[in-house]
């Protein structure tokens, strides 16, 4: 139980165009979801907080006009990178709470190129 | 302002011994804490969840919590090559927001 999927695993794309991402629960209803950015060698940083059907909250230096998160349904949350540049390349991944439990279950992750 | 500290290592081991991975915490309002290895180019995974204090066994892995001493560990018996990654500690404080703390993570080596 508590598998957490992402799509795209891997993506590369020109500067200046958006890519989504999209995480989902498989096998239970996610309350929150939260987005997370690691560069290599480096920690994980938590990007936003996102509750289903709520706006997210966006941890501080995080733009929320260029990363843009939608938490819509209780078992999927996208992260939309808007006009990315090569500083967005990254590793993004993404984990899910369930109800009740303080636990997250992270997806595999998305590792984004720009080109 | 809340902070999970680790060693970052590398930790190395020879195969087949006890692998010791500790971790302090500043908030004394945390409850849980969590362990998750982390192999290099993925994602992490949860090991163990622990929420009292004292021991919690699963497997090969055992979870230790000191709430007094704000301490928890993890220790990795019969080390294995596989179990080379970097291990992530984090805690939960019990806020509303359900956010976790990580520790920068301590990576282990074992040595065949």
């Known amino acids: 139980g508590a598998v957490v999927s992402q799509h795209p695993s891997r993506v590369i794309c020109k500067s200046g165009t958006s890519v989504k991402i999209e995480c989902r629960s498989l096998?239970?209803?996610?309350?929150?979801m939260f987005w997370y950015r690691q560069f290599p060698k480096q920690s994980l940083m938590l990007m936003a907080t996102?509750?289903?059907?709520?706006?997210?909250?966006?941890e501080q230096g995080v733009e929320k006009d260029k990363f843009l998160i939608n938490h819509a349904s209780l078992t999927l949350s996208t992260l939309t990178v808007t006009s990315a540049h090569p500083e967005d390349s990254s590793f993004y991944i993404c984990?899910?709470?369930?109800?009740?439990?303080?636990?997250?279950?992270f997806g595999p992750g998305t590792r984004l190129t720009v080109l | 302002q809340k902070e999970v500290e680790q060693n970052s290592g590398p930790l190395s081991v020879p195969e087949g011994a006890i692998a010791s991975l500790n971790c302090t915490y500043s908030?004394?309002?945390?409850?849980?804490f969590f362990w998750y290895r982390q192999y290099s180019g993925k994602s992490p995974e949860l090991i163990m969840s622990?929420?009292?204090?004292g021991d919690k066994e699963d497997g090969r892995f055992t979870a230790q919590l000191n709430k007094a001493s704000q301490y928890v560990s993890l220790l990795i018996r019969d080390s294995q090559p596989s179990d080379s990654a970097t291990y992530l500690c984090?805690?939960?404080?019990?806020?509303?927001?359900?956010?976790?703390?990580f520790g920068k993570g301590t990576k282990l080596s074992v040595i065949p």
């Open positions: 984990s899910a709470r369930g109800l009740a439990t303080d636990t997250q279950y």
């Open positions: 908030d004394r309002g945390s409850q849980s």
């Open positions: 622990i929420y009292s204090n």
């Open positions: 996102s509750n289903e059907g709520s706006k997210a909250t966006y």
């Open positions: 984090a805690g939960y404080s019990g806020a509303g927001s359900y956010q976790l703390t």
């Open positions: 096998d239970f209803q996610a309350t929150t």
